[in-house]
């Protein structure tokens, strides 16, 4: 782990990463650590996002809560200012997270994430139950998928065409997405929404997020067809043996009701496969938004989850 004091390439305004934080292959992820002390909390995004994600809402959280916690967001592999090489699967997302609560040294921890952080979040608790402190997930998908409403599932899986259209309409995809993902657009920060941005004119970031869906669709395709299996990477599976206390972490879910992505069939069929696991679990749907709603209803999302970590003491 490297402290660093570069420039940050999401924006001027915004503060460079604290750390830099090296894995097991070679690959440098950016991390944003508030302070040394406090609870440790850490917050992992999704696509098409960076750590940004959480701007608004940690900006909604009260400042006794801020001065109790140490907040911590990174970067996933492939992401905003992190590194866009190397395998990209679930279980290398979840190694790297790994590997990051190694290099900070953290404690037992609360875990928020959403889409592929709520991923990431959920296979924690299956491999690694006893770090975790609370798990909060927003909008995700794990053992379900709507193929209907992943519609860039679909697409980053032709050929050919995915580099074609960021290649020559960046922007008018990025606007697209936030569209199909917001209830209303507007409420995202224009700034946020920049560094966002900039990942669609990235030729690497772009590269790694088609090998990601790809091999998700592998994935997705090799559950459907078992025989088809073998012809793929052993880590695509993540067929990693669970902890023998697998999801005995308490669990909130908090879902946007307009979510076209993950509807909210997604977060009711994680939270009857949690229960049934013996998981303490609630499922919260928050009305008038979509499938960011940690940034379409910030104050929302806040309550329910300091709520949440104060049933967990």
Known sequence: MTDTNRRSISGPKFPPPTHMIETDDGVELALWDEGEKGIPVVFLHGFPENHHSWDALIKNLPAKVRNRFRLIRYDLRGFGESAKTGEASLHRLYEDHQQVIKALRLPKYHLVGHDWGGAIALHTARQAPETLRSMTVLNTNYWKTDLFGMWHLL?????????????????????MAIRAAFVQPARLNRQVAESFLKMFHDPS??????????????????????????????????????????YQVPTCLIWGQEDRFNPPWIGEDIRSRLSQKGCATELHLVKDAGHFV???????????ILKHWQSCK
């Open 155 to 175: 697409f980053l899986n032709l050929p050919a065409i995915p580099k074609l259209a960021f290649n020559l309409i960046p922007t008018r995809l990025f606007r």
């Open 205 to 246: 970031t772009i590269e790694y997020w088609i090998r990601l869906y790809r091999n998700m669709g592998k994935g997705l395709l090799g559950k459907k067809l078992p025989s088809l299996q073998r012809l793929f990477s052993d880590k695509l599976d993540v067929s990693l043996q669970p902890s023998p206390k697998a």
């Open 294 to 304: 940690h940034e379409e209803k910030p104050e929302a999302v806040v309550k329910l």
